[in-house]
């Protein structure tokens, strides 16, 4: 977008936010929380005018004639709460948890005093389940999520009952909204996360897989909401560090033989944070470094830049040219960091700015590379978010938010940076032969060249008001503005020259050689939110709307998609029209003890497709020379599509057994419309073409069953089950077109998809003692997602898709920990170990002849499948670190 255009776009989107009562896809989400109660004497009888603060903080309110108060815009962490009033003693009530988007109720009762005597202190005690939600929450602190046995926010998030592999209850893959700080940190063109996210960054992750409010968009199964660290009144610093490696036994289901490589796992992390030295400003700095070698080690016994003999395969296999060193196949080398800056100078005004960067240069491992593993491609992967946030507090009951954000991702595969490198010519194109290693490539170079770059800019704001100590009301608007870049960054093949098949390049030549392309979708909507909180009845209410405009072109006439029919209606570009929705959400939490409630929740979720399939494949041109019988132009794209469509309905039992143990049990039921999927298209001279539309469908329902123990001793504990049915017509957008190239019937039909695990069973385990040490341990129990089996060979070999089952697998991880201090710095020890009994099995691929991954009942045909270990789950993996911290 050219700056001029930029800057109005920009304007236009304030301007919005200044005159709408409602305004933004992915609202700003809750940072923030609540704590609310009332206040009584001994006799039950409401208190007014009680002062209750948070200590070390200007937050607080007094209550009203009805002792009720409410004290809003609270950032997630553990308090001190103070109650103060003439005449009575006083109250401290102490390690008060708030939480984002959630009420913290702490009801208070004071005892009348005529002289200064002691005051009360209580420590607070957070209930083992909170029954006035809504819907199925689940918040980790840093604190819990430091003893668990995981390194990056992914990693916590597959840990949640109804998430497989990142599928939320059984949506496809890109229906997750991921936010950081209440802003979108998405990638349009997959809808996957922008950024990578270290533990060490976290303060709270708030993990949503039922419904969500109305604040929420540009999602249809689940929402990840992370709330990063910020900078004290006080310096303090933490450093983190750790070694690792593989431990596997040789042989075994893998063929592998083993080797010991102790900094194949490296990762190293430093934070330093305290005030700047300015007036009320503080700082947040962190750092981390990561190094990964994967398991399977590659041999350079070809090298693509020596052609001797590449003609000639038989040759050139029975005479190695490399140097015959080892390397890992596939590899990543990471840099991350934050930095970030507040300032709360002006009365009532919180303005800060950080920026969140990451790099990761690697080489994905692929098995057919580990002779050649120097004419593989590399990929690097350099992203940040960057921007201001500005929080001014109007009153003990209103505040309002504007944030502006830059989201930039660059993600390029190739093997030179220079696409006219003469090492391409010198190596030529990959080339292997079946008859030796397993297929493996032993000549040639990997051609492709692949680059997409996303620069978004995201400016949004909302007013949160507690009208009454029952009702709070939010309103909230964003505008983004897209700068999609993807494609082919230059094609390599051969072309006949003088008689001699020679490499030619082709930078952007559409529309059989099409370069990167660029284009400018925009997107916006406005939601309402009501949230009342009637003594112990909690309901939420709202709405949303939104619009999308692709500014695209499609074909006026699908009929003569590249007007080159003559005798029938002209055809011409047309510009794609914006698309509008409106979606009501509605959640009530009623209570029927005071440690038991029922809860509903319904709501209808919209997202755009992931923007790098809809334009993808669009040029419509070259379809100029279809004919009929011909369709090998693959699935066209198709800028003009609708947004996708759940409606969800959730039904959910909450009780706290004991004080000390909690059951959840939770309904679900999603009904998924408008899916991206395939139409067949008929022209005017009876060719027919595939292209996208808003075609496919499916279904979701559920049942989750959680038990959380609390701390007692040193035993603490928590499992959760689920089952689940995900059905429709297809995984995969394709697939239609997929079955009918290859003369199956591709009219719809409903039948499992890909990730329908219909079993899951979480359970952790912890033993711990405060300040000494701690012992955690995640068991995941998974029944087989499903596959299609074969029954012969030949025509009509495969039966109903997706009617058979995998197998089930079992994976442990576990994090031993031990804390001690020297010298006055924190520190502790610890191991980590993934896959703790070494399972060569969990959800892979299995053989379509037998369900196995281990054997085939078509060795011959199979041979190269069964050879490679990367069909299997990575191996063990220990790791081995020291964490310090000190304050100052």
Partial sequence: MKPSRLALTLLSAVTALLLWPVGGPDLLAGTTGKIAGRVLDKNNEPLANVNVQLAGTTLGNVTDLDGYYAIINIPPARYTVLFRLLGYRSLTLKDVEVQVNETTKEDATLEESTIEGKEVVVVAQKPVVDVNLTSTVITKTDQQIQTLPVQELQDIVNLQAGVVDGHFRGGRAGEVQYQVNGVTVNNSYDNSSTIRIDRSLIQEVQIITGTFDAEYGQAMSGVVNTVLKSGGESIQWNAEALDGDWLYASGGNRGLAYKFRPASQQNYQLSVSGPTGLPQTTFLLSGYRHVFDDYLMGTRLYNPLDTANYTNINARAAAPNGDGKESPVGYSREWSGLAKITNRSIGGVELAYQILYDRVDGRRTDWNWRYNPDGQTTQQTKSFIQGIDWTHTLSASTFYTVSVRQNYFNYRDWLYDNFYDPRYDLAGIAASSSAYYYGAYIAGVDFNRFQQITNELVVKGSVTSQVTHDHQVKVGGEFLTSNLQFGTAGTLTYRQVNGQPTLVRYVNFPPDYPGVQTYYPISGAGYAQDQIEWNDLTLRVGGRFEFFNARGYVPSDPANPADSIQGVPRSFPKRTTPKYS?????????????????????????????????????????????????????????????????????????????????????????????????????????????????????????????????????????????????????????????????????????????????????????????????????????????????????????????????????????????????????????????????????????????????????????????????RLHPPRRIEIGLSMNSSM
């Fill in 582 to 870: 409106l979606a009501p959400r509605f959640g009530i939490s009623y209570p029927i003890s005071v440690r038991s409630s029922f809860f509903f929740s319904y709501g209808h979720f919209y997202q755009l497709p992931p923007l790098g399939q809809i334009f993808g494949n669009s040029d419509y041109n070259k379809l100029a020379r279809l004919q009929a019988s011909t369709n090998d132009y693959g699935v066209l794209g198709n800028p003009d599509i609708k947004p996708e469509r759940t409606v969800q309905y959730e039904f959910g039992f909450k009780s706290a057994i004991t004080d000390f143990l909690g059951l959840n049990i939770n309904l679900f039921y999603k009904d998924i419309r408008d899916l991206l999927g395939v139409e067949f298209i008929s022209t005017y001279n009876d060719a027919q073409y595939s292209r996208l539309t808003n075609i496919d469908f499916g279904y979701v329902k559920g049942l989750t069953i959680s038990l959380d123990q609390r701390r007692v001793g040193i035993l603490s504990t928590s499992i959760d089950y689920t089952w689940m049915m995900a059905e429709g017509n297809s995984s995969d957008p394709s697939e239609t077109a997929l079955r009918a190239a290859a003369g199956e019937d591709p009219r719809p039909r409903q039948v499992p998809l890909n990730w329908d695990q219909r079993h899951t069973l979480n359970l952790s385990v912890m033993l711990s003692e405060p300040q000494n040490y701690s012992i955690s341990t995640i068991v995941r129990i998974g029944s087989g997602t499903p596959y299609t089996p074969s029954i012969g060979s030949g025509f009509g070999a495969q039966i109903e898709e997706n009617s058979a089952t995998k197998p089930a697998g079992v994976l442990v991880d576990l994090k031993a920990e031990k804390y001690f201090t020297v010298a006055g710095v924190g520190m502790s020890a610890f191991v980590r170990v993934f896959n703790l009994f070494d399972a060569t099995y969990f959800n892979e691929s299995v053989f379509a002849t037998t369900g196995s991954p281990y054997y085939s009942l078509n060795p011959v045909g199979d041979r190269n499948g069964l050879a490679d270990p990367t």
